[in-house]
């Protein structure tokens, strides 16, 4: 056991580590991306989000995928997500950078509407996104479902120019697969594929993206 003094000692130390660790991640030189597949021989994917802009899941035939750099990516579902970006998160260290470079956390549904979500501060975290709703926040009912932290593995480099460009309020659709990702010096790395399961671990969505557009914003400004 320690004495309080040695308490706040070793966590005086744990927190100056963490501020270290994640500044040298900040100012890593960008590592070059792995990925390369050949997006021609992958299942059709749907071309829009479902019908209240909830994200659309589809089956896809069962397909491993080499993603470059000892990972492998296996299919889970065809992926269609629509909706407005809150955070954005750049990795150059961690264990699976070489594949997944950005983490992009998006609302969809009511929370995407123009103003919906001020009332909501947000926060990227490593691999994962915080949210607290204000105390005049007027929200839906299921409004933490329509908060996603997306692991996106860009199908290649041009896929990856396209998500390194998108900036925080813009309203994006990112089409690809949800999949389970395999490699040398991880645990298995699965995505989520339930809509209810907003937690750090196991809930985010890791997509393998094949595509990113950035969407007209709503009230037609430019």
Request: proline letters at 7%; a negative charge.
């Amino acid at each position: 056991m320690f004495d309080e003094g040695t308490k706040t000692t070793l966590f005086f130390v744990a927190a100056a580590a963490f501020i270290f660790t994640m500044a040298g991640e900040r100012n890593a030189p960008r590592a070059e991306l792995a990925t390369a597949v050949e997006t021609a021989r992958l299942p059709s994917l749907p071309l829009t989000a479902a019908p209240g802009g909830a994200p659309a899941q589809t089956s896809v035939a069962a397909m491993r995928v080499e993603l470059g750099d000892g990972f492998e990516a296996r299919l889970l579902h065809g992926y269609v997500l629509e909706g407005r970006v809150v955070t954005r998160r750049e990795y150059r260290r961690d264990a699976t950078s070489a594949v997944s470079p950005l983490d992009l956390g998006i609302v969809w549904g009511d929370l995407a509407e123009p103003g919906r979500a001020d009332a909501i501060a947000f926060r990227a975290v490593p691999r994962g996104v915080n949210y607290r709703p204000g105390p005049e926040a007027v929200l839906p009912a299921d409004w933490e479902e329509q908060i996603t932290n997306n692991h996106l593995i860009p199908a290649d480099a041009a896929v990856n120019a396209a998500l390194m460009a998108v900036e925080i309020g813009q309203r994006i659709r990112i089409r690809g697969y949800l999949v389970a990702v395999t490699g040398d010096g991880i645990a298995p790395w699965r995505s989520s594929t339930r809509r209810d399961d907003n937690t750090i671990i196991g809930g985010c969505e890791i997509i393998l993206v094949t595509g990113v557009e950035v969407l007209p914003p709503e009230d037609g400004s430019a």
